[in-house]
């Protein structure tokens, strides 16, 4: 199984972005996806994820719902819309998958991860 994250780039403070993750070589349908960030100098921190058909999404609190994660089983994809952009959200940004439904307090322990898309938050 392959992840392919793409979508970041540089945003003005108050901009939007949509990143995308597509996985590659298995019937996306079977995996729980997830959003995780990690800034420099900092530990990767656990952003929103999603079940299989999208039918439940949860959030780490401190988004205060300026992010949407979703999917597209026909396309293989899954989303994060981030809205109200801040310097502080500037940071690499992973997808992550997992055949497993992981709970919130295994949520660093997917089995796939892609390789990151970069994020940059001009102010």
């Known amino acids: 199984v392959q992840l392919q994250a793409s979508g970041g780039g540089v945003v003005q403070a108050g901009g939007s972005l949509n990143l995308s993750c597509v996985v590659f070589?298995?019937?996306?349908?079977?995996?729980?996806m997830g959003w995780f960030r990690q800034a420099p100098g900092k530990e990767r921190e656990y952003l929103a994820d999603?079940?299989?058909?999208?039918?439940?999404?949860h959030y780490a609190d401190f988004l205060k719902g300026r992010f949407i994660i979703s999917r597209d089983n026909d396309k293989s994809t899954a989303f994060l819309q981030m809205n109200n952009l801040t310097p502080e959200d500037m940071a690499v940004y992973y997808c992550?998958?997992?055949?497993?439904?992981?709970?919130?307090?295994?949520?660093?322990?997917?089995?796939?991860w892609g390789q990151g898309t970069q994020v940059t938050v001009s102010s």
């Open positions: 992550a998958a997992d055949t497993r439904r992981i709970g919130l307090r295994e949520r660093y322990e997917f089995d796939y």
């Open positions: 070589g298995r019937t996306f349908s079977n995996y729980f």
């Open positions: 999603i079940t299989y058909s999208g039918g439940s999404t």
